[in-house]
């Protein structure tokens, strides 16, 4: 089993959004002892959030404004993480946008920009965090954010460039899986079904949580902190022979 350096940074994307999974992510991983790394593209909500989280915890909490999207950004952002916190053992890929366009809707501009943000942002975060555990030496966990779109097509809050691009996720995500194992380092992806985000335009009506639920055997939504706990898994030390694989969260939804 792989042993962790007491010191060590997770980087987690998709950070500034106060309702959303990110921040529900990065405060278990610094309760548990990780350094962390918060990033967003909503440079005040990211920033204002890790003065919060660097109160919350003892280790260190750098807040990062970047696009996922952009290369010179995501460097930008790892040469400020390299500059001051410990080595990035965990990337946890959680910056994504929906897209309620329908089939005939999508534009080639719309889909450049889903495709862009959910799966391009996840590449190239994969790809700065994971030259850095190799040379670190220690190995590491990358996990990345499919959703149930990807199986079924969608239809709850997203749909065409949305399904595609969170399933170009899953592919991404087994490709590295195999050329990154040798290096010790696990890539998996979650997918989750409807979670009590603002994602879908805001808070969920009674009207809307009640038909959304009625297609989930569990008869609910998700809530973000369950979401943390299984990457909090994920990323664990215990979890280093979970290589290449995908978790649906979601309330039993992919069965229906
Ligand atoms: P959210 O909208 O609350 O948070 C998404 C965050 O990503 C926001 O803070 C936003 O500013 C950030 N972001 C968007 N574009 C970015 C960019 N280019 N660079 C950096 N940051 C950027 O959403 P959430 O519900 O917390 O979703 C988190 C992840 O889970 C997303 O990838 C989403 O697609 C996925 N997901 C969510 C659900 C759900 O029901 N909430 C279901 C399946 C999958």
């Known amino acids: 089993m792989t042993?962790?350096?007491?010191?060590?940074?997770a980087v987690v994307t998709g950070t500034g959004s106060e309702r959303g999974i990110g921040r529900h992510?990065?405060?278990?991983?610094a309760r548990e002892g990780w350094?962390?790394?918060?990033?967003?593209?909503?440079?005040?909500?990211?920033?204002?959030?890790a003065d919060e989280l660097s109160a919350?915890?003892?280790r260190p909490v750098l807040g990062v404004a970047a696009d996922v999207a952009d290369p010179?950004?995501?460097?930008?952002?790892?040469?400020?993480?390299?500059?001051?916190?410990?080595?990035?053992?965990?990337?946890?890929?959680?910056?994504?946008?929906?897209?309620?366009?329908?089939?005939?809707?999508l534009t080639k501009e719309i889909w450049s920009e889903v495709i862009d943000v959910n799966a391009t942002g996840s590449l190239l975060m994969m790809q700065a965090a994971a030259?850095?555990?190799?040379?670190?030496g220690?190995?590491?966990?990358?996990?990345?954010?499919?959703?149930?779109?990807?199986?079924?097509?969608?239809?709850?809050?997203?749909?065409?460039?949305?399904?595609?691009a969170k399933a170009a996720v899953l592919?991404?995500?087994?490709?590295?899986?195999?050329?990154?194992?040798?290096h010790g380092i696990t890539c998996n992806a979650i997918v989750p079904g409807p979670i009590d985000t603002d994602i879908m335009g805001g808070p969920l009506s009674d009207e809307r949580r009640a038909s959304i639920s009625g297609d989930i055997p569990a008869g609910r939504v998700g809530h973000p902190s369950e979401v943390a706990a299984l990457v909090s898994f994920l990323v664990g030390e215990e979890a280093g022979f979970i290589n290449g694989g995908s978790y649906f969260i979601d309330g039993g939804k992919h069965m229906v």
């Open 25 to 29: 992510v990065a405060r278990r991983l």
């Open 56 to 58: 919350e915890s003892e």
């Open 72 to 105: 010179a950004s995501v460097e930008a952002a790892f040469s400020r993480i390299d500059a001051v916190l410990p080595p990035v053992l965990a990337q946890i890929n959680l910056a994504g946008i929906a897209s309620p366009h329908s089939f005939f809707e």
């Open 131 to 136: 030259r850095r555990m190799i040379d670190g």
């Open 138 to 164: 220690w190995g590491g966990r990358i996990v990345n954010t499919s959703s149930i779109t990807a199986y079924d097509g969608g239809g709850t809050f997203s749909k065409a460039g949305y399904a595609a």
């Open 35 to 49: 350094a962390l790394a918060v990033l967003d593209l909503n440079a005040e909500a990211v920033l204002s959030f």
């Open 171 to 182: 592919g991404l995500t087994r490709a590295a899986a195999r050329e990154l194992g040798p």
């Open 3 to 9: 042993t962790f350096p007491e010191l060590r940074t």
